[in-house]
Protein backbone atom coordinates (compact mmCIF):
# COMPACT_ATOMS: atom_id res chain seq x y z
CA UNK A 1 0.00 0.00 0.00
CA UNK A 2 1.47 2.96 -0.99
CA UNK A 3 1.38 6.11 1.83
CA UNK A 4 2.39 9.28 1.90
CA UNK A 5 2.90 11.08 4.95
CA UNK A 6 3.22 14.95 6.17
CA UNK A 7 5.23 16.08 9.09
CA UNK A 8 6.17 19.64 10.17
CA UNK A 9 3.77 21.54 10.11
CA UNK A 10 2.87 24.00 13.16
CA UNK A 11 2.31 27.70 14.42
CA UNK A 12 4.89 30.10 13.63
CA UNK A 13 4.36 33.93 14.00
CA UNK A 14 4.91 35.62 10.60
CA UNK A 15 8.41 36.39 9.17
CA UNK A 16 8.77 32.44 10.35
CA UNK A 17 9.99 28.91 9.39
CA UNK A 18 8.83 25.98 8.91
CA UNK A 19 10.15 22.30 7.20
CA UNK A 20 7.65 20.08 5.73
CA UNK A 21 8.54 16.46 5.47
CA UNK A 22 6.80 13.83 3.46
CA UNK A 23 7.89 10.43 4.10
CA UNK A 24 6.75 7.60 1.28
CA UNK A 25 6.20 3.77 1.79
CA UNK A 26 4.44 1.26 -0.50
CA UNK A 27 6.80 2.05 -3.28
CA UNK A 28 10.07 3.81 -4.25
CA UNK A 29 9.76 7.40 -6.03
CA UNK A 30 12.62 7.93 -7.78
CA UNK A 31 11.39 8.13 -11.05
CA UNK A 32 8.09 10.25 -10.06
CA UNK A 33 7.78 13.70 -9.62
CA UNK A 34 6.51 15.02 -6.76
CA UNK A 35 4.66 18.47 -5.22
CA UNK A 36 2.89 20.19 -2.79
CA UNK A 37 -0.36 21.76 -2.77
CA UNK A 38 -2.56 23.80 -0.14
CA UNK A 39 -5.92 24.36 0.34
CA UNK A 40 -7.83 26.30 3.12
CA UNK A 41 -11.70 25.59 4.16
CA UNK A 42 -13.78 26.27 1.68
CA UNK A 43 -11.96 26.72 -1.13
CA UNK A 44 -10.05 24.63 -4.05
CA UNK A 45 -6.42 22.98 -3.39
CA UNK A 46 -4.10 24.67 -4.85
CA UNK A 47 -0.32 24.75 -6.13
CA UNK A 48 2.36 25.54 -4.11
CA UNK A 49 5.74 23.50 -5.58
CA UNK A 50 6.60 20.84 -7.35
CA UNK A 51 9.69 18.74 -8.56
CA UNK A 52 10.61 16.33 -11.33
CA UNK A 53 12.07 13.08 -11.24
CA UNK A 54 16.09 13.81 -10.99
CA UNK A 55 15.30 17.12 -8.74
CA UNK A 56 17.01 19.16 -12.02
CA UNK A 57 13.20 21.10 -12.45
CA UNK A 58 10.94 22.87 -9.84
CA UNK A 59 8.33 25.20 -9.99
CA UNK A 60 6.49 27.27 -7.83
CA UNK A 61 3.77 29.57 -7.65
CA UNK A 62 4.00 32.76 -7.67
CA UNK A 63 2.56 33.32 -4.31
CA UNK A 64 5.62 31.71 -2.50
CA UNK A 65 8.73 31.56 -5.03
CA UNK A 66 11.77 32.97 -3.39
CA UNK A 67 10.43 32.25 -0.11
CA UNK A 68 10.10 28.45 -0.14
CA UNK A 69 12.33 25.92 -1.33
CA UNK A 70 11.38 22.09 -2.70
CA UNK A 71 13.92 19.26 -2.43
CA UNK A 72 13.42 15.32 -2.95
CA UNK A 73 15.54 12.78 -1.69
CA UNK A 74 15.12 9.75 -3.96
CA UNK A 75 17.37 7.42 -2.16
CA UNK A 76 15.56 7.94 1.09
CA UNK A 77 11.72 8.52 -0.29
CA UNK A 78 11.24 11.84 1.31
CA UNK A 79 9.98 15.33 0.24
CA UNK A 80 10.52 17.99 1.71
CA UNK A 81 9.18 22.09 1.39
CA UNK A 82 11.47 24.69 3.38
CA UNK A 83 9.08 27.62 4.09
CA UNK A 84 10.88 31.06 4.94
CA UNK A 85 9.33 34.23 5.45
CA UNK A 86 5.59 32.90 6.62
CA UNK A 87 3.08 35.49 5.87
CA UNK A 88 -0.87 34.73 7.40
CA UNK A 89 -1.59 34.26 3.88
CA UNK A 90 0.19 30.86 3.70
CA UNK A 91 -2.07 29.34 6.47
CA UNK A 92 -3.56 26.20 4.83
CA UNK A 93 -3.36 22.51 5.13
CA UNK A 94 0.05 21.30 2.99
CA UNK A 95 -0.27 18.02 0.85
CA UNK A 96 2.27 15.90 -0.66
CA UNK A 97 1.43 14.56 -3.60
CA UNK A 98 3.13 12.28 -6.19
CA UNK A 99 2.53 11.72 -10.07
CA UNK A 100 3.42 8.43 -12.08
CA UNK A 101 4.84 10.85 -14.82
CA UNK A 102 8.72 12.07 -14.42
CA UNK A 103 7.99 16.03 -14.92
CA UNK A 104 6.36 18.79 -13.01
CA UNK A 105 3.34 19.63 -12.92
CA UNK A 106 0.69 22.00 -11.36
CA UNK A 107 -2.56 20.39 -12.53
CA UNK A 108 -4.09 18.42 -9.14
CA UNK A 109 -5.54 15.48 -11.21
CA UNK A 110 -2.40 14.62 -12.68
CA UNK A 111 -0.91 13.47 -8.93
CA UNK A 112 -2.44 10.57 -8.42
CA UNK A 113 -1.07 9.81 -4.74
CA UNK A 114 -1.90 12.26 -1.73
CA UNK A 115 -0.94 12.42 1.57
CA UNK A 116 -3.26 13.43 4.47
CA UNK A 117 -1.92 16.93 4.85
CA UNK A 118 -0.47 18.81 7.50
CA UNK A 119 -1.63 22.15 8.86
CA UNK A 120 0.17 25.39 9.04
CA UNK A 121 -0.91 28.30 10.90
CA UNK A 122 0.87 31.89 10.55
CA UNK A 123 0.13 34.60 13.02
CA UNK A 124 0.60 38.43 12.14
Known amino acids: QVRLVESGGGSVQTGGSLRLSCAAS????????MGWFRQNPGKEREFVAAISWDSQTTDYADSVRGRFGIAKDGAANTLWLQMNSLKPEDTAVYFC?????????????????WGQGTQVTVSS
Open 97 to 113: AARRSAFVSRREDDYIW
Open 26 to 33: GRKFNDNA
